[in-house]
């Protein structure tokens, strides 16, 4: 970014930079979009073909009212307009990983049209116009490194994909890239997509070209496309590059201007940070749109699934249930964001408060506990598979100091291996927490006696007396095997060494 | 359609319809080269000749008055014609493959493709 402010400060020359993105988003179903093979990644290449993703004569698309339904949630919740009627067409281009040498895309009745998605920036929420939102399917994949031949897979060949355009509204590389993030959240909350950058399953297409002004009269560079970018990273970098590139190839040739100069494919290549010019066959956009006389129209109001996917209210968006979290629980804001990161993990949460778990306290079990197990075994918290009752139950021993905070932990563990409940589970470790008092007291002064050094801090220096209570709070813990209530044994630390204090004085 | 299918297709014809129709053998050079097709300068003036015969037949149905008459896409009366997204048995690796000229593994292999362009 120096680079580019430094440029910005020569006289005279001021510039904003225009992007607009294409993204494609894979929809989340078993299947593809016009015939019943699975969607796996990295299957035995070939292995999830048939006569209709071939693309052999004969062979007739049928609609996955998945993919249908998915493609509507998700345009609801960029604001669409989703039509009453859309249809198909044939996008006709050659290439070896299309073998009907037609795409079925959405040509002039796309399913969803002029939405919007909210933004956050540093400057606050931007606003970022939808133009459409397309089913479409995908082609398969090429391999080029092979020598003497290129290889073609056709398992992903027919993968529902949902192509979002957007306004030419975004400003800044920063602000591609959070929209990229914030699409990715919003699709893989509503459950529309997995949204995994390893899978390739959304892939992002930058438009960037600069609106540069020098001496009141503003100059156009010519829109760049930057194809097929798989990562966030890649986007923000790609148009970093592109508005520097853009920049420095108008200063040195005034004439490369909109208009005067083709629409430039550029390719982004990771190793070197660049984009570089793609080698475009003259006419390869001509793409004689047709419709697909194989398909009929989708009719949204004349289908019960999918008017019923329509009329269904949009759920709770993330941003909104964060705030909901803090409000209704008394969370922290970033306890709830921990908790809402998966959506399964924080309606877990949700259940389990209603199994009657102390919110705050199942709030941090969920950030303390659950989740270092989760990490342990690279799940999320609710593919751990506990139930909420069971999670709300653990809630509510350590608010009644049945068990302390620390051997939750070893509960909790002990609950990924068991279907008992947490109390039974305490019980059997020896977790329960001992309210009588005399045992407290021998733990207290075992404590007190092993660690004079401690007790010599609290009584002459009380800039660390602080600390060193907390390590004999510790010590207690550990000889009663966390037993003990860390709270009362903290009483009665100060109550003894108080004592002590008495007779030395 | 007033006009019988052979005395359209005369000779004579074809040519008076030439003179106002864009078909020309500079738009049967672009199509063939987007289609991917070699075809020799005869080939073309002959392909010139035969869609304009044939876009010229199509062409009848503008003397109908469709006036009032919605715009469709298609003749059949449906819409959401849907299945359920449940998986039905793919090829196998060997049967996607058998009329393929050329394979690798389970792959099937093509001539070298230079440039990546695409959809
Ligand atoms: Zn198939």
New binding site residues.
Partial sequence: MSALKRSMTEPGITFRTIIGLEVHVQLRTKT?LF???LLEFAALPNSL??P??LGLPGALPVMNREAVRLAIRLGKALNCTIADFAKWDRKSYYYPDLPKNYQISQYDKPLCQEGWLDVPGEDGVGRVGIQRAHLEEDAGKNIHDTPGCTLVDLNRT?TPLLEIVTRPDLTSADQAYAFCTELQKLATYLSVSEGSMQKGQMRFEPNVNLAIVRDGIEYRTPISEIKNLNSFKAVRAAIEYETRRQLQDWMADNSYLFGERPHENRGWNDGRQVTELQRSKEQAHDYRYFPDPDLVSVEVGRNAALQGELNRPIDELPVARCLRFQAEYGLSANDAETILAERATADLFERAVEAGAPPKVAAKQFVNVWSKLANEYRRSIAELGIEAKRIGALAKMVEQNTVSASAAKTVAAAMLDSTDGPDFLAEQLGLIQVVDEEELAKWVDAAIAANEKAVQTILTNPKKAKASEGFLRGQVMKISSGKADPGRAGELIAKRVAGLKDQED | MTEDCASFFSRKRLEDRLVDTPIDESQVRHVAQLARLKLSDDEIRQHTVDLVAILGYVEQLSELNTDGIAETTHPLPLCNVLRDDEPQP?LTPDQALANAPQKRDTFFGVPKVLNQEGG
């Fill in positions: 593809k015939c019943g093979c073909t048939c209709v993703c027919g | 793919s």
